[in-house]
């Protein structure tokens, strides 16, 4: 708090402490002063600093300090006596070992008790923890660290840990007393044995802990393990590796998963690969792994790890060796999120800090357990690994959450804690609920760091950062056992097409290629003192390099054989052809005589037919002349009657109209009329007249005259059920002259017969007038029309004749034209067998002088060619051996000199021929892998002649991975230069402001980049690019 102007301190009537740990750690600077150490002097020799922006002095009151640091040396540097002199100096002694043993004894009776083992375990448990002890100091007065082993520091995490995974049992997973024992020396084995890196620190760990073992926990170590060595013989330190414990052995057991033994290596590794399978199908990334048993113990190793409560790993191996893949399987199997950080263009400290909070939030805000997957790669800044120590140290990361996010977080984890225990719940301050997040963090987050140990940056990180040894058990991947390589060329090499033998062959030089060239590059170490680091990238990339060499070259040698053996079919089968072409010429000759005949007669007779139909063709166009005009004059009569009848029919189609409307309750209304009105009477006189229906002889009320009435008579008319169908029927062709000149006479003329008029008496009558209006419109067309239709019978009575006779000459003229089509067909065919014969002849005769000329032009060439096509198949055989000794220059023997890269080609050779692996006797990487013209244009590019230049250019170029130039006299720099001048080539540093846009640009583009003075670090942008990750 600001108590006054200048001067700060705790609140009034407290004392605050400030504790500062790792005193010591800060590096030296120039001139071998330790700035932060100087700033604290500055404090504790005036009490103050002073404000950076306006030189205010700030005093600080009420405040204590307090250090704390580890002996110098290992990283930790000496403290000034200036700083010295303000402080107490309070050493803290190491524990004796009865306070050791007093503490582990108190730990493991009080698990034993717990899980409740029966007593004879509590006996045990106490022997555990004194060969723990004895194994921990052995430890720590033999494995000494040195340059090369920095990181062989122990202390009582170590010790800790072992005791830490005994208690991961229970007396499920340990049946007897014995099972605990192999339990104990796997645990001491995870602990101690994995982290070294000599065959000689390896071999006295298991020799030390199998005296302990005999010494403390009174059991013979061979019978202990008999199970894992072969019958009566001594366990070797190759046999435990069998030794494996693991919860994950049963997927289906209820959580907490138990601890187990695994006693059958292949069962598990059928579960392991089970378990990769199902990650593969739901990963955006699979992974295509080998689970030989070297992969097993490593996942089985880092799953122990992230089981264990606040527990990281730090997996050290080159390159390729499985680390990142191999956590990401484990903390799939265990259920846990993983997190990784993704390095960009722009990644600064910032970007990494927010990363962390967001894994530090998302790890404490759930109820699941997190991994943190974390690779030196990645290491864009120092500050980076700083971050790290503290969060492997203490959980968290000082000051890396401002206020608003700490509000956010006490927030969440108020949630959480109302859902605990209230034994377990905090006091609910902002101070108790963010010390409830680093707990939760401290325990549900596990840090796994992946490093390499090439290089010194390794050894001064860890001198640096001493929580990545302390807080850590790490795991060394050393290099790949000989089962590893077996396995995984056995797997790779499954779709290659070779013969059994042929292919265990080739397994057995892949693995011997691998370890040789380890050897050559210790010999080339301590020869030329310059490092060449051989990884299972490199194995992976001889298997796959080989593979696609193998196609490539079959291909090319195959289609060159096939040349040279087609041409030697043809050759054969131009002599075997010859004969039987002469046979051919005799017999086709006399054919073509015989046909050229036929064709003649059948000409002539085709010239006297064709005469005959000519004539016959003439006469009957004469005809068809005659016929067409009389067909014409029928036709102009025809129309002539139907323009007439087109005036009535359309009338006489009205009436009929009319009448279908009519129903017979309308007749019957007529019918039932007394007195029908005038022009009822009148249209039924009409139609009964044209019906020839005579009227009824009446006296006139009137004059008392006899006068004529067709009144009763059109009733009994109306009564006949078929009237109206008889009125449709009515034969209007016949109708009586009588009736018709009485129509005309009296109705038609007459002003009230017509049907409007008519409509106001009757509907029905309507109907009927205009039935009788239109019979009479049809009958004066017809007798019109009646002269005109005899004229037509008789016309086309005459086109008839006409046209009879004219079919008659029709169908003689068909006979004649097929019988002359007849001909004709002959003609053509025989014309076309005569000229098949022709140019069967004249084929015959070519085919016959080119066999010839053939056989006489290249009958020299069949023995060159003979001999090229053997020669061709013996090198496709040599294929197998020449290929793979090539794919084992391109991936191995790249940074190699020249002298030391034909000894080791010799060598591989000759374990070729020992094995009787077919390879070409007089082997040589540029006539095995070498294109002449290509290797042409190389050279005017400005690529020296000589044969090194030449087989480290093939190597560029067949190599799947980027090549990585060694070029102290710029050859290879002007070459390249040259070689891609017309692709557009772009040259690079890292050093340059702008390069990352420069090589975003020619990724998109698809043009080439030159990276020119790169040293010994690259920038964790390059990562993705150099392993190609395309998605």
Same mark, same amino acid.
Not at 337 to 343: K, N, S
Not at 862 to 880: K, M, P, V, Y
Not at 888 to 896: E, I, K, R, S
């Given at each position: 708090?600001?108590?006054?102007?200048? $001067? #700060?301190?705790?609140?009034?009537?407290?004392?605050?402490?400030?504790?500062?740990?790792?005193?010591?750690?800060?590096?030296?600077?120039?001139?071998?002063?330790?700035?932060?150490?100087?700033?604290?002097?500055?404090?504790?020799?005036?009490?103050?600093?002073?404000?950076?922006?306006?030189?205010?002095?700030?005093? *600080?009151?009420?405040?204590?300090?307090?250090?704390?640091?580890?002996?110098?040396?290992?990283?930790?540097?000496?403290?000034?006596?200036?700083?010295?002199?303000?402080?107490?100096? $309070?050493?803290?002694?190491? #524990?004796?070992?009865?306070?050791?043993?007093?503490?582990? =004894?108190?730990?493991?009776?009080?698990?034993?008790?717990?899980?409740?083992?029966?007593?004879?375990?509590?006996?045990?448990?106490?022997?555990?923890?004194?060969?723990?002890?004895?194994?921990?100091?052995?430890?720590?007065?033999?494995?000494?660290?040195?340059?090369?082993?920095?990181?062989?520091?122990?202390?009582?995490?170590?010790?800790?840990?072992?005791?830490?995974?005994?208690?991961?049992?229970?007396?499920?997973?340990?049946?007897?007393?014995?099972?605990?024992?192999?339990?104990?020396?796997?645990?001491?084995?995870? $602990?101690?044995?994995?982290?070294?890196?000599?065959?000689?620190?390896?071999?006295?760990?298991?020799?030390?802990?199998?005296?302990?073992?005999?010494?403390?926990?009174?059991?013979?170590?061979?019978?202990?393990?008999?199970? *894992?060595?072969?019958?009566?013989?001594?366990?070797?330190?190759?046999?435990?590796?069998?030794?494996?414990?693991?919860? %994950?052995?049963?997927?289906?057991?209820?959580?907490?998963?138990?601890?187990?033994?695994?006693?059958?290596?292949?069962?598990?590794?059928?579960?392991?690969?089970?378990?990769? +399978?199902?990650?593969?199908?739901?990963?955006?990334?699979?992974?295509?792994?080998?689970?030989?048993?070297?992969?097993?113990?490593?996942?089985?190793?880092?799953?122990?790890?992230?089981?264990?409560?606040?527990?990281?790993?730090?997996?050290?191996? $080159?390159?390729?060796?499985?680390?990142?893949?191999?956590?990401?399987?484990?903390?799939?199997?265990?259920?846990?999120?993983?997190?990784? @950080? +993704?390095?960009?263009?722009?990644?600064?400290?910032?970007?990494?800090?927010?990363?962390?909070?967001?894994?530090?939030?998302?790890?404490?805000?759930?109820?699941?357990?997190?991994?943190?997957?974390?690779?030196?790669?990645?290491?864009?800044?120092?500050?980076?690994?700083?971050?790290?120590? =503290?969060?492997?140290?203490?959980?968290?990361?000082?000051?890396?959450?401002?206020?608003?996010?700490?509000?956010?977080?006490?927030?969440?984890?108020?949630?959480?804690?109302?859902?605990?225990?209230?034994?377990?719940?905090?006091?609910?301050?902002?101070?108790?609920?963010?010390?409830?997040?680093?707990?939760?963090?401290?325990?549900?987050?596990?840090?796994?760091?992946?490093?390499?140990?090439?290089?010194?940056?390794?050894?001064?990180?860890?001198?640096?950062?001493?929580?990545?040894?302390?807080?850590?058990?790490?795991?060394?991947?050393?290099?790949?056992?000989?089962?590893?390589?077996?396995?995984?060329?056995?797997?790779?090499?499954?779709?290659?097409?070779?013969?059994?033998?042929?292919?265990?062959?080739?397994?057995?030089?892949?693995?011997?290629?691998?370890?040789?060239?380890?050897?050559?590059?210790?010999?080339?170490?301590?020869?030329?003192?310059?490092? =060449?680091?051989?990884?299972?990238?490199?194995?992976?990339? *001889?298997?796959?390099?080989?593979?696609?060499?193998?196609?490539?070259?079959?291909?090319?040698?195959?289609?060159?054989?096939?040349?040279?053996?087609?041409?030697?079919?043809?050759?054969?089968?131009?002599?075997?052809?010859?004969?039987?072409?002469?046979?051919?010429?005799?017999?086709?000759?006399?054919?073509?005589?015989?046909?050229?005949?036929?064709?003649?007669?059948?000409?002539?007779?085709?010239?006297?037919?064709?005469?005959?139909?000519?004539?016959?063709?003439?006469?009957?166009?004469?005809?068809?002349?005659?016929?067409?005009?009389?067909?014409?004059?029928?036709?102009?009569?025809?129309?002539?009657?139907?323009?007439?009848?087109?005036?009535?029919?359309?009338?006489?189609? !009205?009436?009929?109209?009319?009448?279908?409307?009519?129903?017979?309750?309308?007749?019957?209304?007529?019918?039932?009329?007394?007195?029908?009105?005038?022009?009822?009477?009148?249209?039924?006189?009409?139609?009964?007249?044209?019906?020839?229906?005579?009227?009824?002889?009446?006296?006139?009320?009137?004059?008392?005259?006899?006068?004529?009435?067709?009144?009763?008579?059109?009733?009994?008319?109306?009564?006949?059920?078929?009237?109206?169908?008889?009125?449709?029927?009515?034969?209007?062709?016949?109708?009586?002259?009588?009736?018709?000149?009485?129509?005309?006479?009296?109705?038609?003329?007459?002003?009230?017969?017509?049907?409007?008029?008519?409509?106001?008496?009757?509907?029905?009558?309507?109907?009927?007038?205009?039935?009788?209006?239109?019979?009479?419109?049809?009958?004066?067309?017809?007798?019109?029309?009646?002269?005109?239709?005899?004229?037509?019978?008789?016309?086309?009575?005459? %086109?008839?004749?006409?046209?009879?006779?004219?079919?008659?000459?029709?169908?003689?003229?068909?006979?004649?034209?097929?019988?002359?089509?007849?001909?004709?067909?002959?003609?053509?065919?025989?014309?076309?067998?005569? +000229?098949?014969?022709?140019?069967? @002849?004249?084929?015959?005769?070519?085919?016959?002088?080119?066999?010839?000329?053939?056989?006489?032009?290249?009958?020299?060439?069949?023995?060159?060619?003979?001999?090229?096509?053997?020669?061709?198949?013996?090198?496709?055989?040599?294929?197998?051996?020449?290929?793979? @000794? !090539?794919?084992?220059?391109?991936?191995?023997?790249?940074?190699?000199?020249?002298?030391?890269?034909?000894?080791?080609?010799?060598?591989?050779?000759?374990?070729?021929?020992?094995?009787?692996?077919?390879?070409? +006797?007089?082997?040589?990487?540029?006539?095995?892998?070498?294109?002449?013209?290509?290797?042409?244009?190389?050279?005017?590019?400005?690529?020296?002649?000589?044969?090194?230049?030449?087989?480290?250019?093939?190597? @560029?170029?067949? !190599?799947?991975?980027?090549?990585?130039?060694?070029?102290?006299?710029?050859?290879? =720099?002007?070459?390249?230069?040259?070689?891609?001048?017309?692709?557009?080539?772009?040259?690079?540093?890292?050093?340059?402001?702008?390069?990352?846009?420069?090589?975003?640009?020619?990724?998109?583009?698809?043009?080439?980049?030159?990276?020119?003075?790169?040293?010994?670090?690259?920038?964790?942008? *390059?990562?993705?690019?150099?392993?190609?990750?395309? %998605?």
């Amino acid at each position: 708090d600001k108590r006054r102007k200048g $001067v #700060f301190g705790p609140p009034f009537g407290q004392k605050m402490v400030i504790y500062v740990d790792d005193l010591n750690m800060p590096m030296l600077e120039k001139y071998g002063a330790q700035p932060p150490i100087e700033l604290l002097r500055q404090w504790l020799d005036h009490w103050l600093w002073y404000d950076l922006k306006d030189c205010t002095s700030i005093k *600080l009151v009420d405040t204590i300090f307090i250090g704390a640091m580890g002996p110098p040396g290992g990283g930790r540097n000496h403290i000034t006596p200036r700083f010295l002199r303000h402080l107490n100096l $309070v050493s803290i002694n190491e #524990f004796d070992d009865s306070t050791m043993s007093t503490i582990y =004894n108190s730990i493991i009776t009080w698990h034993l008790g717990v899980k409740a083992f029966p007593s004879e375990f509590t006996t045990l448990g106490q022997s555990i923890v004194n060969a723990t002890l004895q194994i921990y100091k052995g430890a720590i007065k033999n494995l000494l660290p040195t340059p090369e082993k920095s990181h062989y520091l122990f202390n009582l995490r170590d010790f800790s840990r072992v005791i830490q995974g005994c208690c991961l049992s229970n007396t499920v997973s340990i049946e007897d007393t014995d099972a605990f024992r192999r339990l104990w020396v796997h645990e001491v084995f995870r $602990v101690f044995y994995d982290r070294l890196v000599a065959d000689s620190d390896r071999d006295w760990v298991f020799t030390f802990t199998k005296e302990v073992t005999q010494r403390c926990l009174q059991r013979d170590f061979d019978v202990l393990f008999s199970s *894992l060595a072969e019958k009566d013989k001594s366990v070797t330190e190759d046999n435990l590796r069998s030794l494996m414990f693991c919860d %994950f052995a049963n997927p289906k057991a209820d959580f907490p998963k138990p601890y187990i033994e695994i006693k059958n290596v292949e069962k598990l590794r059928f579960l392991v690969e089970s378990q990769l +399978e199902e990650y593969n199908n739901m990963s955006k990334k699979p992974m295509d792994l080998v689970m030989f048993r070297f992969a097993i113990e490593h996942v089985s190793r880092i799953s122990r790890i992230l089981k264990q409560p606040r527990s990281h790993a730090l997996l050290v191996g $080159v390159g390729g060796s499985g680390r990142q893949s191999l956590t990401r399987l484990a903390a799939y199997m265990a259920d846990y999120v993983l997190f990784q @950080v +993704e390095i960009g263009k722009g990644y600064t400290s910032l970007e990494w800090r927010e990363d962390l909070k967001r894994i530090l939030r998302k790890s404490a805000e759930s109820e699941t357990h997190s991994c943190f997957l974390f690779t030196d790669t990645q290491i864009k800044e120092e500050s980076f690994l700083e971050d790290i120590n =503290n969060m492997l140290n203490a959980g968290e990361v000082p000051n890396i959450f401002p206020l608003d996010e700490k509000q956010e977080i006490q927030d969440a984890m108020r949630k959480i804690d109302k859902t605990r225990d209230k034994s377990k719940q905090t006091d609910g301050t902002p101070l108790g609920l963010f010390n409830m997040f680093i707990e939760r963090v401290r325990d549900q987050l596990h840090i796994v760091l992946a490093m390499s140990p090439i290089g010194g940056a390794f050894r001064s990180r860890l001198r640096k950062f001493p929580s990545l040894v302390n807080c850590c058990t790490i795991d060394w991947f050393q290099a790949w056992p000989e089962d590893a390589l077996e396995i995984v060329a056995q797997r790779f090499l499954e779709d290659v097409e070779l013969s059994s033998d042929a292919r265990e062959g080739v397994v057995n030089l892949c693995k011997n290629f691998h370890e040789s060239t380890r050897m050559l590059s210790a010999k080339f170490e301590r020869e030329l003192g310059r490092h =060449n680091y051989v990884t299972p990238t490199s194995y992976l990339e *001889l298997i796959n390099t080989y593979k696609v060499l193998l196609g490539k070259c079959r291909d090319k040698v195959s289609y060159q054989r096939k040349r040279y053996t087609i041409g030697l079919e043809k050759l054969d089968s131009a002599r075997s052809q010859v004969s039987q072409m002469q046979s051919d010429l005799q017999a086709l000759q006399p054919q073509l005589v015989v046909a050229s005949k036929e064709v003649d007669e059948i000409m002539v007779i085709i010239e006297r037919d064709s005469i005959e139909v000519a004539k016959t063709e003439k006469v009957v166009k004469a005809e068809e002349v005659i016929a067409n005009e009389q067909a014409s004059v029928a036709k102009g009569i025809k129309d002539e009657c139907d323009a007439d009848l087109a005036e009535a029919i359309p009338i006489l189609e !009205s009436a009929l109209a009319a009448l279908n409307t009519l129903t017979p309750s309308d007749i019957t209304i007529v019918k039932s009329m007394k007195n029908p009105p005038p022009g009822v009477r009148l249209v039924m006189e009409a139609v009964c007249i044209l019906k020839g229906i005579k009227p009824d002889r009446v006296n006139d009320p009137a004059t008392g005259k006899k006068v004529e009435d067709f009144w009763k008579p059109s009733q009994k008319l109306l009564g006949d059920m078929k009237f109206l169908q008889s009125l449709k029927d009515y034969d209007k062709d016949n109708v009586a002259p009588a009736y018709m000149k009485k129509i005309r006479a009296t109705y038609i003329p007459n002003p009230e017969f017509v049907p409007e008029k008519i409509r106001q008496a009757s509907n029905a009558a309507e109907g009927l007038c205009k039935w009788v209006r239109a019979i009479e419109a049809y009958d004066r067309v017809a007798k019109v029309v009646a002269p005109k239709k005899a004229a037509l019978a008789i016309a086309e009575g005459k %086109f008839a004749e006409a046209q009879k006779s004219l079919n008659a000459k029709r169908a003689m003229l068909k006979e004649v034209q097929d019988k002359l089509q007849s001909l004709r067909d002959k003609f053509e065919e025989n014309t076309k067998k005569k +000229e098949d014969l022709e140019v069967q @002849v004249d084929m015959c005769a070519k085919k016959l002088a080119r066999a010839e000329k053939l056989i006489g032009g290249l009958g020299g060439e069949q023995d060159r060619w003979q001999h090229a096509a053997e020669s061709l198949g013996i090198q496709f055989t040599n294929l197998t051996g020449d290929v793979l @000794v !090539s794919s084992g220059v391109v991936a191995y023997l790249g940074a190699f000199t020249s002298v030391y890269r034909e000894g080791q080609v010799s060598d591989w050779l000759k374990s070729c021929r020992d094995i009787n692996m077919p390879a070409s +006797e007089e082997f040589s990487v540029i006539s095995t892998l070498g294109d002449p013209v290509k290797i042409r244009s190389w050279n005017i590019c400005a690529l020296p002649t000589d044969q090194f230049s030449v087989e480290n250019a093939i190597v @560029v170029s067949n !190599s799947r991975r980027w090549p990585l130039m060694i070029d102290p006299q710029g050859q290879a =720099n002007k070459w390249i230069k040259n070689m891609e001048k017309t692709s557009n080539l772009h040259t690079i540093k890292l050093t340059d402001a702008d390069y990352v846009r420069t090589l975003e640009n020619c990724i998109q583009f698809g043009t080439p980049v030159l990276l020119e003075d790169v040293g010994e670090e690259l920038d964790p942008l *390059l990562e993705p690019i150099l392993l190609k990750q395309t %998605f």
